[in-house]
């Protein structure tokens, strides 16, 4: 082997076969989606999943981490078979895991590999996981809970993309409706935009959240460029922030009406939204008159350590990359706000959807 190019080749695909092993044990989804090609695929037949390009590869793997009540995967070099911009390979793999429902085991794996070279380096065409091995006898160790290796009981599995069950949402709507929110259950997004324009008055001042669910279910456009309302952030948009900061601060933080979706909902009844600059806060907490969140069934958590959990590990990855797509900077947890209760009962209306919108 005196062929440095191909010495090079070997050592980046062998690092790339690193970067995914140390980006799962991370949980960094969106490290390890960008570790494939656009078109790229993950496939493991023997769970069975199927991940189609880098969003779907981010989104089950956030599905499949937030099973996990810990995961350590080791990774032993295979074959790498060079053709010029393209190669092959194979990867073996030992894994240790146990889920926060009590599955566990241990299993042998193997990574039939394709590569492509790309303007970012080396990067997976598609990766098969194939199982050789699979051991569910009951783990002798565990994982610790904290540096003086304290253990909690572990809380059961919750999955931050998949709508929660009836019951849940019941569970949910009853805690919140005792602490003060109006709440209603709805089928889907368009009953959500109904519900609105319902509650809404013509004429009235409406401040809309920067909100995947307002956009995909079309309330965005209702009240920004339907010409029923006085939209707030329109008008928002057209100051020049540096010469009216005290008049746009005002507008936002005391609308008559503020309608937004949140980061998660308990099955206790807080609800929890989180911000980067924190300029949509202040009208949630109360600065509204009347508050209208529209929530997707996947928002539904047991409990404020879990919506916490979700805003973390599931949200923000998301709200990252879109964050980067629209504006070219990253996002952040900067503000952070838990409703617990309203303290004017009546005056904040939760909309829970029975479909996931959102993130």
């Known amino acids: 082997m005196n062929d440095f190019r191909a010495i090079a080749d070997r050592v980046e695909i062998e690092a790339l076969r690193g970067e995914f092993t140390d980006a799962a044990m991370m949980r960094d989804r969106p490290r390890l989606a960008a570790l494939f090609t656009p078109d790229g695929a993950l496939r493991m037949p023997d769970i069975p999943v199927e991940l189609l390009g880098r969003d779907e590869i981010r989104a089950g793997g956030e599905r499949l981490q937030s099973q996990w009540d810990f995961f350590v995967q080791t990774t032993h070099p295979g074959t790498i078979l060079l053709d010029g911009d393209t190669a092959t390979g194979r990867a073996y793999v030992q894994e240790l895991a146990r889920t926060l429902d009590g599955r566990q085991g241990l299993n042998y794996a193997v990574y039939h590999d394709r590569y492509r070279r790309t303007a970012e380096g080396w990067r997976f065409a598609e990766r098969i996981y194939e199982v050789r091995y699979l051991d569910t006898s009951p783990l002798a160790g565990t994982a610790p809970r904290s540096p003086q290796g304290s253990r909690t009981r572990p809380t059961p599995a919750v999955s931050f993309a998949d709508p929660a069950p009836a019951e849940r949402l019941e569970r949910a709507a009853a805690a919140l409706r005792a602490n003060g929110f109006a709440t209603e259950i709805l089928d889907d997004a368009a009953a959500a935009r109904a519900r609105v324009e319902a509650l809404l008055p013509e004429g009235a001042g409406v401040l809309t959240g920067a909100s995947e669910t307002l956009r995909l279910s079309g309330i965005d456009e209702d009240i920004n460029a339907g010409g029923r309302y006085d939209a707030i952030r329109p008008h928002v948009l057209t100051l020049d922030r540096a010469t009216h900061a005290d008049e746009i601060r005002k507008l936002l933080a005391t609308p008559e009406f503020v309608v937004n979706s949140v980061a998660a909902v308990t099955e206790t009844g807080s609800l929890v939204l989180a911000s980067g600059s924190g300029s949509q806060l202040p009208a949630n907490a109360g600065g509204a008159a009347h508050a209208v969140w529209i929530v997707g069934a996947q928002k539904v958590v047991p409990d404020l350590g879990t919506a916490l959990r979700r805003v973390e590990e599931h949200a ?40 996931a919108i959102g993130y």
């Not at 980067?324 to 838990?338: C, D, E, F, K």
């Open 316 to 355: 923000l990855p998301l709200e990252n990359a879109r964050a980067q797509a629209v504006y070219g900077m990253p996002s952040a947890i900067n503000r952070l706000l838990v409703l617990n209760a309203d303290p004017r009962p009546g005056r904040g209306t939760v909309l829970l959807l029975r479909q």
